[in-house]
C-alpha cells in the first residue's frame, strides 16, 4: 500500500527521491488512532487526529517537505506536530528535526508515538507563533497549521539562505508561500498555490 502511495505522488509531480524514499518508509496507519480511518492510511487524504487536529494529506506532507529543498544534517523547525507523522518524514530523510506542538494532550501522545517508533525529534510543548529561540537558527521552517500572516519570529529564526514553508491565510483556504532569505539578509517569497489546513492558533491550551 506505501508504494502504490508512492507511485500516486509521483504522477502527481513529487520528484524528489528523498522525499518519495521517506514518504516509502514511514508507517503512516500508526500515526492514526482511529481504526475507520486506519485502514484508510495510504489513501491521499487528511483524516481527523485528537484535539480536533488533522494529519495532513500525504500529497501535502510531500510537497511541502520538497519546497524545504533541505540536505541531510541540515537543522529544521516544524510548527504544528500533531500526529507527528511529517515529524517521520522530516527524520527520514536525515534532518535533525525540532517541532512545536500547542496542544499539551497531542504532544504527550506523539511524543510516546515517535520514540516507540524510533524517530528522536526534538519535541516541544509551546507557540510557534515565538518560533525555538534557543535552538535558531534553523536552515529551514515547516509550519503545517494556516497561519494568519507570516511570523516575525520565524523569519528571524531563518539562517541566511534559508526557507520558511508557510500556508498563509485566515479563511478556509490558504496560499502556500515559501519566503528565502538571502545570504544578505533579504527575504523574497514565491506563491505555490492553495491548500486547507487546520488553523494556527495563538494560545496555548491543555
Ligand atoms: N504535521 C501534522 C499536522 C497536524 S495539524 C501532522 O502531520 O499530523 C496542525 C497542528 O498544528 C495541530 O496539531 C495544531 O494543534 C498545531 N498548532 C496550531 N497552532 C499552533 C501554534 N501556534 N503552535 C504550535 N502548534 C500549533
Known sequence: MRRRLVEL??????????????????????????????????????????CGQTISQPYTVAYQ???????????????????GYQTAVLCEIGLRVFSIERHKPLYLQTKERLSRLGYSPNLSFGDGFLGLPREAPFDAIIVTCGAPFVPPALVNQLKPGGRLVIPVGEGEVQ???????????????????????????????N
Open 65 to 83: 517537505t520538497e519546497l524545504l529543498s533541505t540536505s541531510p544534517g541540515q537543522r529544521v523547525l516544524e510548527v504544528g506536530t500533531g500526529s
Open 175 to 205: 496560499r502556500m508561500k515559501v519566503v528565502t532569505k538571502s545570504l544578505n539578509g533579504d527575504l523574497s517569497t514565491v506563491d505555490k498555490g492553495d491548500f486547507r489546513f487546520v488553523p494556527m492558533l495563538a494560545e496555548k491550551s
Open 9 to 50: 505522488l509521483r504522477n502527481k509531480r513529487i520528484v524528489s527521491e528523498a522525499v518519495l524514499g521517506a514518504i516509502g518508509r514511514v508507517p503512516r496507519h500508526l500515526f492514526i488512532d482511529d481504526t475507520a480511518f486506519q485502514a484508510r492510511a495510504y489513501e491521499d487524504s487528511a483524516f481527523p487526529i485528537s
